[in-house]
Structures are given as structure tokens and as C-alpha cells.
């Protein structure tokens, strides 16, 4: 096969790809629009957050018997046993090629459900992300890769003593962090012993956790990709952390901006530094493709540390690959598909991450990650639809048209909305209820939501409609299938 020695190349290669491509997973957020780049690109998603109006999306139409979900990993696996999915994926095969299948979240069962229906796994082996995505093993690859840390240690918790101890150097006010979570679901702020007893059953059933030294930070996001050539980059993104209007946890993500000036030069080129050198490290532990890195930046000292890994494109993908930079060349995430094709090309890393680095080479956007935040157990009767909505000038919101691309979004008074939870699903604490971008930036300098911002979550929040629940009268299958788990 020719090799690919451009941009141009790479473009015309994935727009005549014959190969089908699947991302398969709850909803299609993640890799929202890669359909407009790769020919031969389809979603299939458990939710249709776009009551079949999107063309390139799959969902089936009869939900048969299953365990009820505790996991992505569990719908995924659903999913590929599913006739309707089954018979799909049969039916686009070119040749007899199954095609090449891509997941935000697998385990071991979804390589083998996948492997039996022919398809080839576009990622590192489910053991291997399992390994890196244990924050503690994170922590040990990032002092391999001369990647900064914040103060910590590594250590079992036996009691609220025995942390005191394990933790003496790190001050009187400590972050613990289990292995695995997100949204900070299982990350714990402790400063006395009526906190620790809170998350206590939480954090000594572990055999190890991180504890950390707390610090007055911001949060950030990054993302990358370990090629043959090196690791590539995108800009640094912010991140909206613990706001009580998007999220019931204190140290929940619930949002991001990317915009040119994104803190200072010094902080984003270390920034970028540290992500490479994270990157090489992957590469030596056996793993290649698409990654991102929590960066934190503490108020006080300007120092930038790690935070933690997510082996695997993530909540911050759809901003990174639709951005000014992406357009012009394209999307990163493009080159992770060349690591998995077996597709000769040839890059230079250090070029591209430069380009993308120029400010006049970024425009701004904004995600939020609107959760229900009540100590409550309801049914929706009422969802606001995905596509374009409109705010008028007296602050309320209005549907404009259905749409599955941001960049269809005009100005700042106009917003795309990604629908989650749907009519007549149980609405819980935590549970996502949809996704709005938008053009712009959300935060002010200091890290403080904005009016505007405000104004749209109150407007998207108000096209919600449901009937309060009685748990006492919920069986327990009916308390399962309320879930507790990130849909995204």
C-alpha cells in the first residue's frame, strides 16, 4: 500500500475508506462527528439520542432479556450479543470483513463477544488499559515518565489513624483517591475524622490508595495520541469542576473550554512537555493510540502536576477533534485509526503539535455536563430534544432545529444539546442528563461560572419534566435499573 506522506493524503485515504468502522457504546458523544471524516463510520449506541434522525447511528429497536447494567462495559457487551446489532453488522461487511470496532469502555467479555462476530478491536488489550487505568499504577508510570506528581503516597488505609500516620508529611487536609472512578465519584476530601468516616467502607476495602497533599488548583485537560512517530498533542483545555449547578460531587468534571489563551505560555508548554514525555512512557508499557491527562495547577505556586490517566478517548474528545486546528488538518483522533489499520504513513509530530499550539489556529468552545443534583429518585415525563436551541432575550430557551453537529451552532445564542436521559427514565443523583455546547467560553478568569452560562442550564433544565418516586415502592430490579454509573 502507498505510503501516506500528508495531511492531504491522510484526508483522501479515510474519505474513501471501504473498511467499516464502528464506535460502539451508550451514546455516540465521545466521537461525535467522525462520521463527517471517516467514510464508512457508523454509531452503534444503546441510546438513540436522536430518535433515528441521524443516519450514520444504529440503535436496536426491541430491548431483549438482560442482567440490568452496572457498566458501560455491561452495555457494550449487551450490545454484542443483541440479534438486531448481530445482523447489522453482518449486513455492512465488505468482502467478508467484519470491520474494526471501537469502544469508550470494554473488558475482557467484550473482546471475546467482538472477536466471535469477527470484528477487530481498534485499542490496547483490556488488561492493559485495566492496568493503567488504576489511578495508583498511573501515579508509578508518571515517576517513571519524569512526569510531576502531586504530593503523595501510596498506601492501604486500615483506619482514620492509620491514614493520619501513612500521611503525616502531606499536611492536615488530604484528597484520597480509590484506584478506579470518575467524576469524582471516588475521590474523597478529608480533614477530620467525620469525613474519613464517610468513605471509610470505600477506602479500606482497597488493598492500595492515593493519597494526596490538597492544594488550592485549578483543573485541565489534555489529550493525546502514542503513534510509531512519537506522541502527538492537543491544546490544553479547562475544566469545570464540583459547580453544585451541574453536578452533586465536590470534585465532579462536569465541563471544559478551549480557547487560545488558555493560561500562561509557560504553564502550556509544560503542559505539553509532560504529555509527551507520558505518552513515550505508554508507549514502553505496550500501549499506542489515543489517550488524555488531567493536569492540576495549583493557584499558589503556578507548579503543574498530574492527575490522573484516561487510557482511551474521553469526555473532552468532541471538543478537541472539532476544534479551528482539527479542521484545518484533521481531527487527532484520525491518527489513532492509522496505528490500528495497518496503514504505512508518515508523520512529523513535533510539526503538527506546534501548528496546534498557535492560538490564531484555535477558536473557543464550551461543553457542560448537566446532571440531576437532588437527593431524589424520579421518572421523566418530559426530555429536551437533541439538536439546536435558541435562547431568546428574556432568558428562556426554544428548540431550533434537530442537528447532530456543533459546528452548526451560530453564535452565543445558540447552543447544541446532546440528550442522555430520556422519557421515562429513572432520574437519580449523578445521573447525566444531557450534554450542551457551545461557542465561547463558559468560566471567568478566576475559575467562576458565568451568567451565561447559568442562564443556559437554568433554560435546558426547565425542559425537563418528572414525577417524584417513592423508593419505599421500587422492587429491587426496579432499583438497579435507576443505575449509578457516567453514561459518557
Known sequence: MKTLHSISDIKAFFKSNTTPIYFISATNFNLLGMDEWVNNFKYISHIDSYERQHPNLFSPKVEVSHEEFTSIEDINNYLL??????????????????????????????????????LDVCFPSAQLRTFLDNKVNTNRIAEKAGVACVPNVLSPVT???????????????????????????????????????????????????????????????????????GTLVAPLMTELVGFKELTPYKGGWCGNEIFGSAFNADIREKA????????????????????????????????IYLGELNPRVSGVSSLTNHSKFAMMDVPMFLFHLLEWMDVPYAINVNELVERWM?????????????KHTKKSLELA???????????????????????????????????????????????????????????????????????????????????????????????EEDLLEAGDFKMM
Open 81 to 118: 450479543q443483541h440479534p438486531e446489532v448481530i445482523n447489522y453488522i453482518k449486513s455492512n461487511a465488505v468482502n467478508g470483513n467484519m470491520g474494526k470496532a471501537l469502544f469508550l469502555m470494554f473488558d475482557e467479555k467484550t473482546e471475546q463477544l467482538a472477536k466471535a462476530i469477527g
Open 381 to 475: 415525563t418530559k426530555v429536551p430534544e437533541s439538536g439546536i436551541w435558541e435562547m431568546k432575550k428574556n432568558g428562556n430557551i426554544v428548540f431550533k432545529k434537530m442537528d447532530a453537529h456543533r459546528q452548526s451552532v451560530k453564535d452565543d445564542n445558540e447552543a447544541f444539546f446532546l440528550q442522555i436521559t430520556q422519557k421515562d427514565d429513572y432520574i437519580y443523583e449523578g445521573a447525566d442528563l444531557g450534554i450542551l455546547v457551545l461557542r465561547g467560553r463558559l468560566m471567568s478568569d478566576d475559575f467562576q461560572l458565568s451568567e451565561r452560562a447559568k442562564r443556559w442550564i437554568k433554560g435546558i433544565r426547565a425542559q425537563y419534566r418528572s414525577d417524584l418516586i417513592d423508593i419505599s415502592m421500587l422492587s
Open 159 to 229: 483506619d482514620y489513624k492509620h491514614l493520619r500516620q501513612v500521611s503525616e508529611k502531606l499536611g492536615e487536609h488530604l484528597v484520597v483517591q480509590t484506584p478506579f472512578g470518575d467524576s469524582g465519584h471516588t475521590t474523597f476530601f478529608i480533614s477530620n475524622e467525620e469525613e474519613f468516616n464517610m468513605y471509610a467502607e470505600e477506602i479500606i476495602k482497597e488493598k492500595e490508595v492515593k493519597i494526596m497533599k490538597r492544594i488550592n488548583c485549578y483543573g485541565t485537560a489534555i489529550e493525546g495520541c502514542v503513534t510509531q512517530y
Open 272 to 303: 505539553k512537555t509532560y504529555t509527551q514525555k507520558f505518552g513515550d512512557q505508554l508507549r514502553k508499557e505496550g500501549y499506542k493510540g489515543y489517550f488524555e491527562l488531567d493536569f492540576l495547577i495549583d493557584k499558589d505556586t503556578n507548579e
Open 358 to 370: 498557535k492560538a490564531e489556529n484555535m477558536d473557543s468552545w464550551s461543553q457542560l455536563i448537566i
